[in-house]
């Protein structure tokens, strides 16, 4: 009887501990989210952000830079920062255009923002800029648009440049996932902190990249089109991507242990560019990181060849 006594304390006690260390855990959670967003929303001030009123609607961009102009397509739960912050480093030799993409820090949508859409609003911000000709580099899920740009508007493309970048599939797939993103309910900046400490492994990304997409609210549209249009366009609408008629060079640069973009689709698909250079490095994960210089080097490299 006292053995039973003394069993149900320990159970009592487990379980009370159990559910503090949960409530501390979300109040901690709770008070980095507040922190968190109120740096972004000073670091997102911080940014020199024009607006493009076009024919749908508009579009938030940076346009920084003088030199080769770079349109910068960034990935799922990105926007003009994202896009400004991935080349920065380029804004001393070139001209960096980094537009939000549908749904994401101030854009709007056109249709129902399918890739093509958005290839049509790129074409349509060139024409606004009156920039003819432009080396476009789409980050992650950002490569479908990307693609799609290059595939639509050769005439305007003297490169495609793919940074752990969404891949063609070598055929058109019998199935495939409709939705390409993460649940709504995860689509806010305290679910996001909750979750953070798996973003390791299942990002391959450091828990602080939480910080990099807050405030997620501005993002959430954006994020839901990419998982229901985006990413699963070129499966989706496999005989549009014509990956075999691009004229354009293309450069990929890509990590081996991405476990995002997977580095096994960029083999399946390497064959169907026609005028391909490859570099991939054996780590660095989904942003390669650790590989500033050498990516630096590669841009260096295949602009001065294509300008």
Not at 140 to 159: H, Q
Not at 188 to 207: C, E, K, N, R, T
Request: proline share 6%.
């Amino acid at each position: 009887m006292k053995n039973k006594k003394n069993t149900g304390k320990k159970m009592k006690w487990l379980l009370y501990t159990l559910f503090m260390t949960i409530v501390l855990y979300s109040m901690i959670q709770g008070i980095r989210c507040t922190r968190g967003l109120r740096k972004a929303r000073e670091k997102l001030d911080s940014y020199e952000v024009k607006t493009a009123e076009l024919s749908y609607g508009s579009m938030a961009y940076i346009d920084k830079g003088e030199g080769e102009v770079i349109l910068s397509v960034h990935g799922i739960f990105g926007g003009y920062d994202q896009a400004y912050d991935n080349v920065q480093n380029r804004a001393c030799v070139n001209r960096l255009l980094a537009p939000s993409r549908f749904g994401y820090l101030g854009s709007d949508v056109k249709g129902e923002g399918t890739p093509g859409e958005q290839a049509a609003a790129f074409n349509e911000l060139l024409d606004r800029l009156e920039i003819d000709r432009v080396f476009v580099l789409g980050t992650s899920a950002g490569g479908t648009p990307a693609i799609r740009f290059a595939l639509d508007y050769p005439e305007r493309v003297k490169g495609l440049i793919l940074f752990c970048s969404a891949m063609p599939v070598p055929e058109k797939p019998e199935a495939f996932l409709e939705y390409q993103a993460p649940p709504e309910p995860l689509l806010s900046d305290y679910a996001m902190y909750l979750i953070s400490p798996l973003m390791p492994s299942l990002m391959g990304m450091s828990p602080s990249t939480v910080e990099a997409i807050q405030p997620i609210a501005e993002r959430k549209a954006g994020v839901i089109m990419d998982g229901k249009q985006t990413n699963p366009d070129m499966e989706r609408n496999f005989d549009q991507y014509p990956i075999e008629t691009l004229k354009v060079p293309v450069l990929i640069l890509h990590s081996e242990d991405d476990p995002i973009a997977s580095f096994e689709k960029v083999k399946n698909a390497q064959h169907r560019f026609a005028d391909l250079t490859l570099i991939s490095f054996p780590d660095g994960g989904h942003m390669m990181t650790g590989y500033a210089e050498e990516i630096d080097q590669a841009l260096n490299d295949f602009l001065s060849q294509h300008q």
